[in-house]
T-cell receptor, first 112, second 113 residues
């Protein structure tokens, strides 16, 4: 089955800096790659996703890039703010509507 | 408000007891999922169901059982055969289309004493 690896497991940045989280996947048939943010004690919520027909997608301070040849995708957060502090999960699946395989998460801490 | 309702939010059980976690959605979503979350382990798939009366095992189905008798409901039973049942359980649903997202409930935290 699909195996999703996520790095780093923890990341600490100063407010205003950029943060990058990287994921690799094993199944070349995967074509849907969402990112979820989970605040302490709350449910994971989708923040951005990308499908394999595009290489990059941006939404304000958040962007995701996808390299299908290398089977990796990354989350970029610019101008980080303390409220960005949370656990971020990447995931992959063969199609939206199918079960997502998640990475183990990255705990991001943004210090003022 | 449309959404996914999980209950109970917190549950304590003695070792050896079966326990059932409820998941109800009024989003008219076809597919429903159960994930287990442990610290540092991410979200691991237990079971999922694409349509009523059908479900498939995920990566860690041993010690769990589910049913899907109604589109709105996907209860999860944690049986005494599950060796480490203490965890945070998340139910999710997704429309069977090419767009959309996996939408999670608030979760149920099970502690086995």
């Amino acid at each position: 089955g699909e195996n999703v690896e996520q790095h780093p497991s923890t990341l600490s940045v100063q407010e205003g800096d950029s943060a990058v989280i990287k994921c690799t996947y094993s199944d070349s048939a995967s074509n849907y790659f969402p990112w979820y943010k989970q605040e302490l004690g709350k449910r994971p919520q989708l923040i951005i996703d990308i499908r394999s027909n595009v290489g990059e997608k941006k939404d304000q301070r958040i962007a995701v890039t996808l390299n299908k040849t290398a089977k990796h995708f990354s989350l970029h957060i610019t101008e980080t703010q303390p409220e960005d502090s949370a656990v971020y999960f990447c995931a992959a699946s063969k199609n939206s509507g199918y079960a997502l395989n998640f990475g183990k998460g990255t705990s991001l801490l943004v210090t003022p | 408000d449309g959404g996914i309702t999980q209950s109970p939010k917190y549950l304590f059980r003695k070792e050896g007891q079966n326990v059932t976690l409820s998941c109800e959605q009024n989003l008219n979503h076809d597919a429903m999922y159960w994930y287990r979350q442990d610290p540092g382990q991410g979200l691991r798939l237990i079971y999922y169901s694409q349509i009523v009366n059908d479900f498939q095992k995920g990566d860690i189905a041993e010690g769990y059982s589910v049913s899907r008798e109604k589109k709105e409901s996907f209860p999860l039973t944690v049986t005494s055969a599950q060796k480490n049942p203490t965890a945070f359980y998340l139910c999710a649903s997704w429309t069977n289309r090419n767009t959309g997202e996996l939408f999670f409930g608030e979760g149920s935290r099970l502690t086995v004493l």
